[in-house]
């Protein structure tokens, strides 16, 4: 309302300036909650900052005439890694926020992660159970709802094939091949042994995990071209968006459920370089959500309370 022509002077002292703003901040408040909903998530605290990733998704979720249809959660690292994809190649896609698992509004934020029968899911969302007959996020498929791809390192690939843009695999066979058997890397081997820390609630075994974690990681640095930044060197490719969602939640998650720290060697700092790096993409950074959101969403992995395909 300042100079605005409206009833109150252009500067009014502060303290009614202070009192004129309570309107304004309880309509915030009671608006937080609507403006979630409409991105997808009626569970939003409004103590959470909004991240990049809220934001992309506002941007997204409207987006009708995109040829392309992503089914993802905020809070999956699978999901994250065919985001990164389509926000890579910069391709017009829509956003559709799915959530997989049963809602507890007792909970932060009301995430579980107790799994859904696929009955249920079909009741419940039967347009992301015909994109994604296992019932799990990622998946995509065109507006219409043909040609539905699941299974986040197949969406990236088939990602990388149908759409223009900078090439997310080489086109050399052997290249290629290695490029997917890094990536695997990333989730048999690194990601796993991460989840087995976070989630087992035995000390003696989450230290035995957190070994073999550090280990896969080594592994990885050691396969990784030697000057970087990327997997491959200036390029970013498949192994490198395999690995980043679960290394942000190495960072924000490991670090707050288990107060994980990563070892200071040459190969952790080969690791640190291409970590700065990642954090640098647009591609990357418009996925990355509220902090506190995300850490919320992984108490109950923490506890050991997931009854979801992958605590299974
Ligand atoms: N192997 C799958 C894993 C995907 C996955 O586990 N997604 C989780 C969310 S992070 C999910 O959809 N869970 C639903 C459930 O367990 O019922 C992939 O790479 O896409």
Known sequence: REGGGGSWSASPPPDSRRVCMIPWILLAIIMAPK????????????SWPEGSGERTIRERCE??????????????????RAWIAL???????????????????????????????????????PEFMAASPRGLVPAVSNRDGSSPVWESLHVVRYIDEAFDGPALLPS????????????????????KNYYRMLMDQDPATQEAAK????????????????????????????????????????HWVGGHYRGLTLPDD?????????WNAMQERPAFQR???????????????ARNEGTSDYAR
């Open 35 to 46: 403006a979630a909903q409409k991105r997808g998530d009626a569970l939003w605290d409004p």
């Open 63 to 80: 987006d009708a005439s995109a040829p392309i249809t992503l089914y993802c959660s905020w809070f999956c690292p699978f999901a994250q």
């Open 87 to 125: 926000e890579e190649k910069q391709v017009p896609y829509r956003y559709e926020e799915v959530n997989p698992y049963e809602v507890n509004p007792d909970l932060p934020g009301g995430y579980t992660k107790k799994a859904l029968s696929l009955a249920e899911k079909t009741r419940l969302m």
């Open 172 to 191: 050399d066979p052997v290249q290629r091949a290695y490029v997917a058997i890094w990536s695997d890397h990333c989730t048999d081997r690194i990601q």
């Open 211 to 250: 070994h073999d974690f550090y280990l896969e990681c080594q592994r990885l640095a050691k396969a990784m071209d030697p000057s970087g930044p990327f997997f491959l060197g200036k390029d970013v490719c498949m192994v490198d968006i395999a690995l980043a969602p679960f290394w942000q939640r190495i």
């Open 266 to 274: 040459a190969d952790f700092q080969r690791l640190d370089l291409w």
């Open 287 to 301: 996925t990355l959500v509220s902090k506190p959101r995300l850490i919320s969403s992984y108490s109950q992995y």
